[in-house]
């Protein structure tokens, strides 16, 4: 079984960056496509990005391309998603994910059903 927990979110204001990561505590996902996905309150979990299991591919919702970017290091069973030139609008909890199925290589789930584990979340707010 693989428990996901994530750190780095926080206060940050608008224009900022911040860091967050994902570790397996338990497991390891070196073999599973990970993604990052968010929810705001009263909104659905919305994928965010997502990083094929060979670490080869990458996805990202539109409003994230240009400013996000996501990253593993496998010998860490680690994820990352960098955050820069932050906005109002990406304040929400962010939650970590892997995918287990075995897909060819480059390939990114989007969708929330295609994850198997998921992390608690780590807040992010940004002020305007």
């Known amino acids: 079984q693989v428990q996901l927990v994530e750190s780095g979110g926080g206060l940050v204001q608008a224009g900022g960056s911040l860091r967050l990561s994902c570790t397996a505590s338990?497991?390891?996902?070196?073999?599973?496509?990970m993604g990052w996905f968010r929810q705001s309150p009263g909104q659905e979990r919305e994928f965010v990005a997502g990083?094929?299991?060979?670490?080869?591919?990458?996805a990202y919702t539109d409003s994230v391309k240009g400013r996000f970017s996501i990253s593993r290091d496998n010998a860490k069973s680690s994820v990352y998603l960098q955050m820069n030139s932050l906005k109002p609008e990406d304040t929400a909890v962010y939650y970590c994910?892997?995918?287990?199925?075995?897909?060819?290589?480059?390939?990114?789930?989007?969708?929330?059903?295609?994850?198997?584990?998921w992390g608690q979340g780590t807040q992010v707010t940004v002020s305007s």
């Open positions: 994910a892997a995918d287990r199925t075995w897909m060819p290589g480059a390939y990114v789930p989007q969708r929330r059903s295609e994850y198997d584990y």
């Open positions: 338990a497991g390891t996902v070196s073999t599973y496509a």
């Open positions: 990083i094929a299991r060979t670490g080869g591919s990458t």
